[in-house]
Nanobody, 124 residues
Framework: QVQLVESGGGSVQAGGSLRLSCAAS????????MGWFRQAPGKEREGVAS???????SVAETVKGRFTISKDNAKNTLYLQMNNLKPEDTAMYYC??????????????????WGQGTQVTVSS
């Protein structure tokens, strides 16, 4: 049973930083895609960043240059470093994963497993 547990959300002022973590358990293998999504009230869930087991990363244009995705394989933990946060970054952030693949895809339906989410609130 794969479980993803996010942490690290909170409230910050614009320009601040947060680092989200996603601890993965019950998964094995080096072929996977893991990603971060976010959903603001009244809006659709959108992809923020993704990383493959080989370390290839992709970041959405809206956060490029401010957000960085990484993974510590020894700890089985996915991270999202968020710098220079803006009020429009306010959303629930979700960790997602799919195993047995070597490339990532953007749509949320590509992912098989989801965490419960962690709230990020950025005030101006």
């Amino acid at each position: 049973q794969v479980q993803l547990v996010e942490s690290g959300g909170g409230s910050v002022q614009a320009g601040g930083s947060l680092r989200l973590s996603c601890a993965a358990s019950g998964a094995a293998g080096s072929s996977y895609c893991m990603g971060w999504f976010r959903q603001a009230p009244g809006k659709e869930r959108e992809g923020v960043a993704s990383i493959t087991g080989a370390g290839k990363t992709s970041v959405a244009e809206t956060v490029k240059g401010r957000f960085t995705i990484s993974k510590d394989n020894a700890k089985n933990t996915l991270y999202l470093q968020m710098n220079n946060l803006k009020p429009e970054d306010t959303a629930m952030y979700y960790c997602a994963a799919r195993f047995g693949v070597s490339v990532c895809s953007t749509p949320s339906y590509f992912y098989s497993y989801w965490g419960q989410g962690t709230q990020v609130t950025v005030s101006s």
